[in-house]
């Protein structure tokens, strides 16, 4: 909560959210822990715009394995979702750059519980399967900066 742009008084994750988020938001972010996942030419994706273009027969990437369209058609990019954030600049530092560096944690952070939610949802609905995840704060093509992806691990 160190990293947190608004300060609170009490190192505790229920009080802040009590005191900052709504049961809405909450919600919103719950059905992005427990996504909805597809499953198409081998292919296991998240639900998804682009995912479901591949669905409905828009592919792109035609010649490429499973993996590379695993790979492009799970990718989130955790940099361009958080339009309304919280501006660096409200960061108690002494530096621009220790700012940012404090929010790219944060979206780090994000990640990894996105990681951590979806490879449980991944299990359930796919048992006996295994899967890779990537993260990255340099971005994964054709995103650039905080990004998530994954792919099934063919043994």
């Not at 292919?43 to 715009?49: A, F, G, K």
Request: with cysteine; net charge negative.
């Amino acid at each position: 909560m160190e990293l947190f742009a608004t300060p609170f008084p009490f190192d505790d994750f229920f009080l802040y959210v009590s005191n900052h988020v709504s049961v809405d938001k909450t919600l919103g972010v719950m059905g992005i822990l427990s996504p909805k996942f597809l499953e198409v030419d081998g292919c296991i994706m998240w639900e998804n715009v682009e995912s479901t273009d591949y669905s409905e027969g828009r592919q792109k990437f035609t010649d490429a394995t499973v993996k590379e369209r695993e790979r492009y058609y799970n990718l989130f990019c955790i940099e361009d979702f958080f339009l309304v954030g919280e501006e660096v600049s409200d960061c108690i530092t002494e530096t621009a750059e220790e700012g940012w560096r404090k929010y790219m944690d944060l979206k780090l952070a994000f990640a990894r519980q996105i990681e951590r939610y979806w490879r449980f949802a991944l299990s359930e609905c796919y048992p006996g399967r295994r899967f890779e995840f990537e993260i990255s704060e340099k971005g994964i093509w054709p995103e650039d900066g905080a990004c998530l992806t994954f792919w099934q691990v063919n043994e």
